[in-house]
């Protein structure tokens, strides 16, 4: 599915859940107009076709005790460069 593949619809459940992807599906219907069986349908056809690829959590690490650590490695070949 590509942009043209998108309705008025599709592309409001996407500004719907752009901010809050927690939404339950009877939320977002409630706001673009349809049953909650009707977004959980549209949604799961965006997640097939690649437009929605994701979810996310975003943490505010100063607001926890420890912070949030992770490993990053980085393999370089100084020779590309």
């Known amino acids: 599915m590509n942009s043209e593949g998108l309705d008025k619809l599709d592309y409001a459940i996407l500004h719907v859940i752009k901010d809050n992807a927690r939404m339950s599906y009877s ?8 049953s909650r069986v009707a977004v959980k349908n549209r949604m799961d056809a965006l997640e097939k076709n690649g437009v929605i690829q994701g979810y996310k959590t975003v943490i505010d690490d100063t607001k926890t005790p420890e912070g949030v650590s992770f490993i990053l490695d980085v ?3 100084p020779e590309k460069y």
């Open 27 to 34: 939320e977002i219907g409630e706001q673009v107009g349809i």
């Open 75 to 77: 393999e370089i070949y």
